[in-house]
């Protein structure tokens, strides 16, 4: 609980002004964890980064994220009322 009292505090600012949140991929993964996001699919988008898309299905929140080469990710975009595609 503690880590995520930090994590939000940390990252309000730049939720705040649309800024992209940056940080090791394993620790990224591990938030996103922490709110039982799943990763849903992906897309390598050139040689250097790859687009992963997470979602939580009983909350509903979705997060993508683009992880580099270097080992870094960036959560780019999220948020709520998931949709499950009709098939």
Same mark, same amino acid.
């Not at 709110?35 to 897309?43: A, K, S, Y």
């Given at each position: 609980m503690r880590y995520l009292i930090v994590l939000f505090i940390l990252l309000t600012p730049a939720i705040a002004f649309g800024?992209? @949140?940056? %940080?090791?991929? &394993?620790? @990224? @993964? $591990?938030? $996103? !964890?922490?709110? !039982? &996001?799943? =990763?849903? %699919? =992906?897309? @390598? =988008? !050139?040689? &250097?980064?790859v687009a992963e898309l997470w979602v939580n299905r009983k909350t509903q929140t979705w997060t993508i994220i683009v992880s580099h080469k270097n080992g870094i990710a960036c959560i780019t975009e999220y948020g709520n009322k998931w949709i499950e595609p009709i098939r």
């Open positions: 800024a992209p @949140i940056c %940080g090791p991929y &394993e620790r @990224i @993964i $591990l938030s $996103l !964890n922490q709110f !039982n &996001e799943r =990763m849903w %699919g =992906m897309g @390598i =988008m !050139n040689r &250097e980064k």
